[in-house]
């Protein structure tokens, strides 16, 4: 759900650094990602008002990394699953006639509803607490992975 970009110079580190550069993303992704889902919970759990958002909350977790046709390696962290709780409507409970999606609860929460419902944004926020420690943690494995203090 939020974009969250780091450059590895691929020709520098096979090169200079005879390191596969699929080994050093792959780690460092699987090691960071957990750290921007856990980012992720924290400022979603501040934002939400019912019980069906914290289910939401509850279903973001972190895929594991992967090799796009371009050779840029990528994880993404976010709701996964269809909703499973009820709606109050006038006149008692009734449940949903179709599933509800996760990833679309997020959205709606992110930017709103018109009318209806206004913007609680909150992957900005879980993207921007957890760069830092992303950068030293992708930063920690590259050093493990070629040797460097």
Request: no cysteine; charged share 30%; aromatic share 8%.
């Amino acid at each position: 759900m939020a974009i969250f970009n780091v450059d590895f110079p691929e020709d520098l580190m096979s090169d200079l650094l005879d390191t596969e550069f699929a080994d050093i993303a792959e780690e460092a992704l699987s090691e960071a990602a957990p750290i921007l889902e856990k980012a992720m919970k924290t400022s979603g759990r501040a934002v939400i008002i019912h019980e069906g958002d914290s289910e939401m909350i509850e279903s973001i977790k972190a895929g594991k990394p992967k090799a796009t046709k371009t050779d840029a390696w990528i994880v993404n962290v976010g709701p996964k699953g269809n909703s499973k709780n009820h709606y109050y409507q006038k006149g008692g409970k009734k449940k949903r006639a179709y599933p509800v999606s996760n990833a679309l609860k997020a959205i709606w929460k992110e930017y709103g509803i018109p009318g209806r419902q206004p913007p609680r944004p909150f992957m900005e926020a879980g993207k921007n607490a957890a760069q830092n420690a992303v950068i030293r943690k992708i930063q920690e494995v590259y050093n493990k992975k070629v040797g460097a203090k």
